[in-house]
């Protein structure tokens, strides 16, 4: 394989392609900007070149199958996470730790290159949902510019990833003088109302927070708002923190307000993948004032006698 | 489980990464006509639910007090697995808890009454029908012999002490007696019930009534070995008989679930010696019941185990080949769940076998020892905890292991102590000298098996091990052979009183 020179790697011609499109050429790309990376850790990685050995695995060999690729377990990004860096320690800019939901993260090391690509995927694969342009993002999460900050934690880093596709702003994740956090229903509300309501915006938040802080507080409220038609509701990260609050008390079907359905199954929480697209979980959004899906959307699920139908999945190239 | 390929990552080698998740794929294509594979995620592999007494570590961690529970007890919470008597069905578990109680205290005074020596007899001839049943362990530590010396070595050198009034040994008019404190309850541990058995027979033999609560996971082992004294008969030297139906009427097994809160009270409360075996939650669960204010407590908590290897003990080939068969059995023993069994092995380099060969060697070993100590149990989830440590090991060190996951060997030079894999996963550690384990050793660490034939160089190991809160080195090959003291606890003195007559001082 003659190694390209950095503008015109294999991976460059590949972000040139929608993220879902799938032929021949695609693959061909994909597998041709698969073995660059492989070869690339193989000659600057010594843990990885040892790796490799023990797997009798030639990354020079042209990749005939992904499954003959000997797979890294994600608890080696546990253990060693900070020790795997294929570029110098120089080039390292930053390292990503995962939230360690099941005891110790797993952290990767970023150079300037990868954090590049990796924005770059989010951006396209976050646009091939919400569109290009830029719309109102309804962020049930904590201002990370108001004095309760700090109960952001590491959902920052998150959140900030995605302001870059919004035009308009609210936090309505807000926090009493003990710092206990509590959806805020009315300044919602008041968000919505001031909405143009032909324009679709975004609904964004940390699944568990959904569940677990606004699904509740709507409920309770006896509130319901109507967002503009075809929006969309984006939430990432884990279930785990609800896995107790399942068992306990899962919610009746009867009960589970239509405005936002989603499943265990649709929060993709790979901890140890790093690309921020893997973590995107659009799901069918609803209007929530009327129960029912909303027409215009591109998530519309469809028969509407079926209060839950099988939430839709996002497809997600693996 | 789900595995991602990108060709994204080029600070790090995540470009083929093997998740904990799990997943399906889908067959039905994306409705919104998206290209590509389409999966669901349903959820994480669970955490395998192996548990063992070396969780001190991460128990260390996390510690947090229970929270309330909501528990309504049941009537039928309580069960009898052994008892000589019969319990009303219309009682409630604590009447019929109170009743057996009762019923054990009936016969204490029989007790009482058995020379020492009928009752080391009876246990001997108990002994060699377990034999029969695989516990070999237990068989030779309860032969006549092996008793009278835990006795002796109990009862201040002289196992009369029990039967009767003796002179102090340097006085004729000031007398010495042992009595037993009364009822001993025990709390025994799922992963080491046979380690439950070391306890009890001394508290028979110190002659004490015993209530044993046996863990969920008993599965009729406790029962078996017990009723090996039905019909049993042993007839001292001096033509005393003693039957093993008597016996019997002075103990109890018992099941109750943990949340049972008010059974474990009552058994707590009515205990004039209470012994707990097992990991943090269910001795903490016994240390947090009343207890009578004067009775003893003996726990024999959670702990942690790990090996280290002198240079000397590496000398030849034949040395180490047998070393490595000793190894195995202490990993395989218990399945490593033991508070005894090692997860770590710290081996010096500088040997004429070099630790590298050590973990050939060991892996023609475990190979050899698991065709006659198969293991019990292998879910998914200890299949996937095993071939992820194993992960780590392909980048940072190295892997023997059987193809079926069974046992394994990782290899490194690093000198940590890693937490518990179980599942027979043993970390060894190339070290400059078997001093540098030293570092790892607190009152969490219970035992040290050491191979090193120097006893000058094992002795000095030794005071600095013990002193930082080591209890036992014993050779490797021997971890789990249960001795006394254990956990720096000489038992038999916990289960009797001391009396005196005449004297003092004269």
Redesign the interface.
Known sequence: METPKLDQL??DQ?FEKSP???DAQVDEL?LN??Q???V??YEN?A??K??CE??QFNPYQKIQD?AS?????????K???FE????SKE??KFALQSSAT?GIPST????K??AK??AK?MVKVIQ?FIGRESKPFLIMDVDPNSAHKKLLGARYAAVSGYLKFANKIGYFLKADQNDRSYFDVESINEFVTNLDPEKPVVVFGFTYILFSEVLKSVEQSGLTFKLPAGSKVIHIGG??KLESERSTKRPSTKKRPDALVWK????????????KW?SITPIAPADASTRQPIPNS??ATSSPNKPYPPA??A???? | M????????????????????IGVI?DEP???Q???????????LK?AEVRGCGDVLSNKLTFQTSTTSHYVPQKEDLKPLLFSSYLSATNTSEQNLQFIISELKSHAEWLKKQPIDALIGLIGAAATKWGAANELFLSTWCQPKHLESVVEFGLRGNKQYIDQFLPFYNSEKHFLKANPRGLTCHWLAGNVQILGMFALVQSILTKNVNLLKVSARDNGVFVSLLNVFKGLEYTTETNYIIKGDDLLKTIALIYFPREAANLGKIMSMEADCRIAWGGRESVETVSTYPAKFDGETVIFGPKLSFSVINREALSSEQEVKKLTRKMAVDVFVFDQTGCASPHNLYIEKGGNISPKAFCEALSLAMNNVEAQMPITTLTPEQVSAV??????Y???GM?YGSDSMSWTILYDDRNELKKPVYSRVLFVHEVESINDALIHIDDSIQTIGLACPDIEKAKAFAIEATNRGVSRCPLIGRMLNFEMPWDGIVLIDRLVKWNTLGGPLC
């Open positions: 294999y991976i590949l879902y499109q799938h994909f900007a698969l660059e990376e492989l690339f850790h990685n843990f990885y040892q790796f023990r797997k992904i690729i000997p797979p890294v377990s994600v608890s080696v990004f253990e060693l996470g795997l860096n294929s570029v080039d390292v099941s990767i090391v970023v150079d290159i990868t690509r990796q995927a091939d279930w785990k265990k199954s649709m929060s993709l929480t790979s901890t140890a993948l790093p690309n893997a591109s998530f839709k999945k497809c997600l190239n693996s | 789900l595995e991602f390929i990108t060709p994204i990552p080029h600070s790090y080698p995540g470009n083929a990464v093997l998740t904990d998740d889908l994306c409705p919104y998206r290209a590509g594979t389409r999966f669901q995620i349903l959820g994480r955490k071939h992820s440590i194993r992960g780590v392909d980048f940072k892997v």
